[in-house]
């Protein structure tokens, strides 16, 4: 038997070494955060949320839209066994308000994620892919939206637009007019750096048109940082929409929001704390189950900062 | 440097013309009469409105008010409001509340920011490092909104009717400036979170750098490879966030002013869009973007001087 | 000289004998790691006489630099454990002695040059200020006789213009001369062993031959030991004494230089000479070993070149080969050296 037959045959070792299926960033990231207790705590509290906002009438014995349900005599009552977060100065349950509170704050969250990821994501695409003067406008527009103080610029837009049609999509609108340019400038930067990638290049020699090259090749490959971005904006969001609704220029009564319950407790704040501390506290818990989901998913698709 | 510098000021240019201009127009887009906002059911003397128009250039075009009011800036004049004040009397003492509570921040942000991120950097994977990776995730979570009445109870309130211990004054300024603490404190809330963990991976890439390997392969001692080595290229990004976020924390300061009743520029802007004093809004906002272009310029140059690459470039 | 009083930690020049200066003595790295344990270096053993250059030869993945930095004390434990082995420094093992202890080593009696001095130069100091900070820190002298000694160290690697150049940025230099700097910063204490770890891969070509010269030229003039690690046979040769060839973790042939140029003992030696571009074989197929480097987490049975080797048998597939001892000099790691020295296949 001679040697050279042997070495012909493709060696075994190596073999099996290139054998194992190559992990891609997707299926290593799904690895990760099925193994994340963050990312597991995070997403059964932002599920349950998400249920609680669609059915609240599941969670609240009461209907928290229906004032019949007040009573003045109650006002700033305490805790009880029936009004478990006590009464507002209107004497309406504390616990009611809350669970339908939920809604709003998730709606504007991902309707406002969704707005900004996919305009920003857009434009990026495009000032990343097309560069030239293409890239020179889009990026120099949204420097001038990103030199706007986030929460000053909703208060003013909230004050124009907001004024006649106050609600969740005014709020929706003020907080994407200013979030988007952040989106824009991360997917433009991950789409430089895969266009020079080579198998982009070898795309574009083997005769791929344009198109095809941005959605088959380039935004897999430079989706990861925007969904990590996204993921962090649904918390920054909602807490965004409660402190407007504070300041009054977000959602207005007879619509109920955490913001808005707070304002409302605020002036008898501290001989009754009670109808702020609870709406606060789920404001809390909602951000923290979205802050949690989004440093997760940070940890699971960018593995630089491990 | 110095072209570095004057490339620097000329990018600013257009951005702070172009967010003024945004400003500018979102806020003369405000539906209505500012007049009659202004006399309320009262009728506005047609006359009067007339003189009014002409002195605030009411009936010219958007973009040739904007060039008024851009020259106008130039001279230090921000207008008049309607009842004839100089906009930048309103200013005045209002812009110092608002910047003692972002530099209060920004001092007690720094030292904790630095000070825990350093911790967890050091103690990597320990469990001091995983405390201190939830307290970010806490700080992160809590909005100003909650963080501030929370504080106001428990330090204004709680702790003062079982303890006796009235240190923390948690409305207006007469206390100077330990009013600002508590305040500072539920401002620089998330910033905190962000700069500690800023500081926690910045600190951990400078000590995986080759040149901290470099530093040990010579021989230094690790107090010395820690403090001079990699605490110094790992404070280059921090000086940045930090100049940065004074911008950030000046015009977010509107919810902590509201809160703690401190008579800063948020609390005014606030009043003014209610009031539809445009003159006045417009003025606020375009001192704060200016204030933040500016911070992010000056951040720009602070990081040419920290890092000797900018700055032969 | 040395000044005693600041070198209370040195160990004694004395008492050497016949002894080496530096022996590696079955030494075992490994690397916990995501994907498991990774045994970067299985039983390395080498050993270096005062003045002599021995050249650690091996393709990356090897173990060549990591026992380097292990000799270094460089290793970061965690993930990096040392195991089993010895490193024995005048006769003392270093991997026993105190953090304190081994720092006052570093740079003062064995120092390393790495690969990339852009990246292995601190960025935000002064290149003066890195090579005077050996003397001000190890040798309490002030800051201006600190500098005047770099100044003195950068004409003594041919930086020109020194004394003009001593507060430029490493960013401000070209590759080589950055190299230099590394070289001057390491060669700063007199020290006896000096580490040289691929000094020249990320050079250009008509630099490489100059740093090297260098090298060598710094080492004959101080009677340094040198520890030259490369995957280059190409410049090894006029330079080092004795090579060391490592091949998935372990050492597989030992011998003076001369010996293995003219007839190597190992086939994974043989493969790397014969694909060594040569001028006098101009025109033919250049020789390239075929298969991959292994997969030091899927480690092949038997002696690890296997998979790649005309030489094998069956029993090389079940069987680690021993170091073979060849003569007082050399040895293989290889059942088959004989056939190895003889060309015969098979």
Known sequence: ?306 | ?313 | MKNPSVDTHLLPADNLGTAPLLAVDNLHVEFKTRQGLVRAVNGVSYALHAGETLAVLGESGSGKSVTAQAIMGILDMPPANIPKGEIRFRGTDLLKLSDNARSQIRGQQIAMVFQDALSALNPVFTVGWQIAEMFRVHRGMSKKAAYAKAIELMDRVRIPAARQRVNDYPHQFSGGMRQRIMIAMSIALDPEVLIADEPTTALDVTVQAQIMELLAELQRDSNMAMILITHDLGVVADVADKIAVMYGGRIVENAPVHDVYKNPAHPYTKGLLESIPRVDLKGQELYAIKGLPPNLLDMPTGCAFHPRCPYRQDDCVTDVPPLHEISGTRSSACHYWREVLDGVQG
């Open chain 1, 1 to 306: 038997m001679s040697n050279s037959t042997i070495t012909a045959s493709p060696p075994k070792h190596a073999k099996s070494g290139k054998g194992k299926k190559p992990a891609s960033l997707w299926s290593d990231a799904w690895y990760d955060l099925r193994h994340s207790k963050v990312f597991l705590f995070g997403a059964a509290l932002a599920l349950l949320l998400v249920i609680v906002a669609a059915f609240p009438s599941l969670f609240s014995p009461l209907d928290a839209f229906d004032k019949s349900t007040c009573d003045l005599a109650r006002a700033r009552d305490g805790l009880d066994a029936t009004h478990w977060f006590g009464s507002d100065n209107l004497g309406c349950d504390t616990y009611s308000r809350v669970i339908y509170g939920a809604r709003v704050s998730i709606i504007v969250g991902i309707v406002a994620t969704l707005v900004t990821s996919l305009v920003g994501g857009f434009l990026g695409l495009l000032a990343g892919f097309y560069g030239r003067w293409t890239d020179v406008l889009l990026s120099r527009v949204a420097e001038i939206f990103f030199a706007i103080p986030s929460i000053l610029g909703a208060l003013l837009i909230l004050a124009v637009v907001g004024r006649d049609n106050a609600g969740i999509g005014s709020v929706v609108l003020a907080l994407s007019v200013l979030a988007w340019p952040l989106v824009l400038r991360i997917m433009r930067a991950a789409v430089i750096t895969t266009k020079s990638q080579d198998f982009v290049l070898a795309a574009r020699a083997l005769g791929a048109g344009p198109i095809r090259i941005m959605i088959r090749h380039i935004l897999p490959n430079a989706l990861a940082p925007v969904i990590v971005v996204t993921t962090m904006n649904l918390g920054v969001f909602i807490a965004a929409e409660a402190g407007l609704s504070f300041l009054g220029v977000g959602i207005q009564s007879p619509d109920i929001s955490w913001g808005l319950m707070i304002a409302d407790a605020r002036n008898r704040f501290l001989e009754a704390p009670a109808p702020l501390l609870f709406p606060a506290l789920f404001l809390s818990i909602t951000v923290l189950a979205f802050v949690m989901l989004g440093d997760a998913v940070r940890d699971a698709l960018d593995p630089k900062l491990r």
């Open chain 2, 1 to 313: 440097m110095g072209r570095y510098v004057v490339r620097r000021l000329l990018q600013a240019i257009p951005v702070l013309l172009g967010t003024t201009f945004l400003i500018f127009a979102i806020v003369y887009a405000l539906p209505g009469d500012p007049l009659q906002a202004l006399a309320g059911d009262r009728r506005v003397d047609p006359v009067f409105a007339a003189t009014m128009r002409e002195m605030f250039h009411l009936n010219d075009p958007l973009i040739v008010r904007y060039g008024y009011y851009i020259r106008d800036i130039f001279t230090g004049d921000f207008g008049m409001t309607f009842r004839g004040l100089p906009v930048s009397t309103i200013f005045e003492g209002k812009f110092q509340v608002t910047l003692n509570l972002a530099l209060m921040a920004l001092i007690i942000e720094a030292v904790v920011g630095i000070g825990l991120g350093l911790i967890a950097a050091l103690r990597r994977g320990r469990w001091s490092d995983t405390g201190i990776l939830a307290i970010t995730l806490i700080l992160v979570s809590i909005p100003t909104l909650v963080s501030g009445f929370v504080l106001q109870l428990v330090l204004g309130v709680q702790l003062k009717t079982s303890t006796g211990i009235d240190f923390f004054p948690v409305a207006g300024i007469a206390e100077g400036w330990r009013s600002y603490l508590i305040p500072g404190a539920v401002l620089a809330g998330t910033s905190i979170a962000y700069l500690t963990r800023l500081t926690r991976t910045s600190l951990m890439e400078t000590l995986r750098a080759d040149y901290v390997r470099t530093a040990i392969a010579k021989g230094m001692p690790r107090r010395r490879v820690l403090g001079r080595h990699a605490l110094r290229n790992s404070l280059i990004p921090l000086v940045t966030y930090l100049g940065a976020d004074l911008g950030t924390l000046m015009g977010g300061a509107v919810i902590t002013e509201t809160i703690f009743n401190l008579p800063g520029i948020g609390q005014q802007l606030f009043q003014s869009v209610y009031l539809r004093e445009n003159s006045v809004v417009v003025g606020i906002v375009t001192v704060l973007v200016l204030i933040y272009v500016l911070a992010n310029l000056i951040v720009d140059l602070l990081y040419a001087v920290l890092d000797p690459r900018i700055r032969y470039e």
